[in-house]
């Protein structure tokens, strides 16, 4: 998903402690640093003003038998038994700022017709049959 702070019309330094759950369990958090508007998002449609925010980063969070990981780094130790998505035909993403996090700075969530990115937020799960036959996530 393509996302970053939210600031009163736009500030690049304007950090914001963004926190993403999967079932109610919390896989981890990222710190944006800013609110994007210094340039015009690639994809923003001509209405769109331009003293508003314009533009995020594409961030990829991948949750597996290891561990979550943010752009490929480690970013917590839950692993996707925590999610107990064998338990339910139901996912449920949230994504926000918690109240105690140190940068409060809101967030922008970007569709695939603003921002820089051709994409809407994309949830993939990869399910496997295990030795017995079962399908596992």
């Known amino acids: 998903m393509e996302m970053c702070s939210e600031a009163p019309n736009y500030d690049q330094n304007w950090p914001s402690d963004i926190?993403?759950?999967v079932n109610g369990v919390e896989i981890g958090m990222w710190t944006s640093p800013g609110d994007f508007g210094d340039r015009r998002g690639k994809l923003n449609p001509n209405w769109?003003?331009?003293?508003?925010t314009q533009y995020g980063f594409l961030k990829t969070w991948r949750v597996d038998q290891?561990?979550?990981?943010l752009d490929m780094e480690s970013v917590s130790n839950v692993v996707l038994d925590d999610l107990l998505i064998n338990?339910?035909?139901k996912l449920r993403l949230r994504i926000g700022i918690k109240p105690d996090a140190v940068h409060q700075g809101g967030l922008?969530?970007?569709?695939r017709?603003?921002?820089d990115?051709?994409?809407n937020i994309m949830m993939r799960v990869k399910y496997t049959l295990d030795q017995d036959g079962e399908f596992t996530a």
């Open 19 to 21: 926190s993403v759950w």
């Open 108 to 111: 922008n969530l970007f569709g």
């Open 48 to 52: 769109w003003v331009e003293s508003s």
């Open 113 to 115: 017709q603003f921002g």
């Open 117 to 119: 990115y051709e994409q």
């Open 87 to 89: 338990q339910s035909p």
């Open 66 to 69: 290891a561990k979550t990981t």
